[in-house]
């Protein structure tokens, strides 16, 4: 990472990047209306001792076909992540604001507390979800999820606090590979905050039309990557149409968003991306991204990093200052062009235009 090239002048043609808007702040998902049911019905305690998993998942399948809401209030539920909260196609899970699922430790390096697998149009709002990552009885593992959404459409978690997993607070991938790839598409993550989790605050790995929007993600600390956010499908299959807007990634120990190969259309737009230990965002050979109206200050290293063969990249409109603090004091201006942003001599098609730099007589820069 710090053997980045300083930026070279030269004359690119600006990225083309999808044009259609697909994301919404309140997109349609469609749950059952004529059904409601209480876990505290279906025998859920939510006294912070007794294992409530069981009662949730009753609550959940006695549901009809068509889906309907599950209502969680108050109190502290504790839940068998191994078995996991299996949630149905057209179902709500509607948290209580003071109503919490918590882990039951274990010593398992994969576990889920809620699985959002194979479904569609499926909602989590609201509460808070706290991992095992203080009790966990073992070592070994990355994988301790608190939302696993797999090949799923049509999801939306709002308004949900999910901190202390083991591995991340909220997965989103894929099934199979190749011609049997079944990737999550159309999933909205929206109000939450996650926090001091293992892994990653959010990892997508290969799906579609991800918005996320007005979340925080924040000290994950632990394990690599340690990303507030990490984009990262490698082989598996491809990540696309992705938008994470007015969002807050700050104290992570690895970068505020890391992206890795085989992704496009991502757009990186009016976020805040200060104090994490690494990069504001670090694109690995990563193409199709546009970074749009961010303030990118205060990290450990630049505020923007590509590397390798990174090509088809729009950074324009940002404030991206103060930042390489590992190495230089963030309260004083100056410094080179680096200290801020950081391209690698592979890299191509790069457009820079208007952004605000530590130096302001790089302020005028253009590529």
Not at 103 to 131: A, F, H, Q
């Amino acid at each position: 990472m710090l053997a980045l090239a300083t930026l070279a002048l030269s004359a690119v043609a600006v990225p083309a990047f999808a044009a259609t808007q697909w994301w919404s702040s309140t997109p349609i998902v469609t749950i059952g209306k004529d059904a409601t049911v209480d876990v505290r019905t279906k025998g859920a305690l939510g006294d912070g001792v007794h294992n409530d998993t069981a009662a949730f998942q009753a609550a959940i399948d006695s549901l009809p076909a068509t889906g309907g809401t599950v209502k969680v209030p108050a109190g502290r539920y504790m839940i068998d992540a191994e078995k996991s909260i299996r949630m149905r196609s057209h179902t709500r899970l509607l948290l209580d604001p003071n109503a919490a699922l918590v882990v039951i430790p274990n010593s398992v390096g994969r576990s889920r507390l809620i699985r959002v697998w194979k479904v569609t149009d499926v909602r989590i709002v609201g509460g808070s979800m706290e991992g095992d990552r203080a009790q966990h009885m073992g070592t070994s593992g990355e994988w301790g999820m608190g939302i696993d959404i797999i090949a799923a459409k049509n999801v939306v978690v709002k308004g949900v606090r999910l901190a202390n997993f083991w591995g991340d607070g909220i997965y989103i991938g894929a099934t199979g590979s190749g011609s049997t790839l079944n990737r999550s598409e159309y999933v909205t993550i929206a109000g939450v905050v996650s926090d001091n989790n293992r892994r990653q605050g959010l990892s997508i790995t290969p799906a579609s039309h991800v918005y996320v929007v007005d979340s925080t993600f924040s000290n994950t600390n632990g394990t690599l990557p340690e990303a507030g956010i990490d984009i990262e499908p490698m082989t598996q299959g491809p990540t696309d149409n992705i938008r994470l807007e007015n969002n807050t990634l700050t104290g992570n120990h690895g970068n505020g968003i890391e992206m890795h190969v085989n992704i496009s259309d991502i757009a990186i737009v009016g976020n805040s991306m200060s104090g994490n230990r690494g990069f504001g965002a670090l694109g690995v050979g990563s193409s199709y991204i546009t970074y749009t109206g961010n303030n990118m200050t205060q990290n450990g290293l630049a505020a923007i990093g590509m590397t390798g063969t990174a090509h088809d990249n729009l950074i324009t409109g940002n404030t991206l200052q103060y930042n390489s603090t590992r190495y230089m004091l963030p309260t004083r201006a100056g410094g080179g062009l680096d200290r801020d942003l950081q391209i690698g001599s592979q890299a191509y098609n790069v457009s820079v235009s208007g952004n605000l730099f530590s130096n302001p007589k790089y302020n005028d820069y253009t590529r």
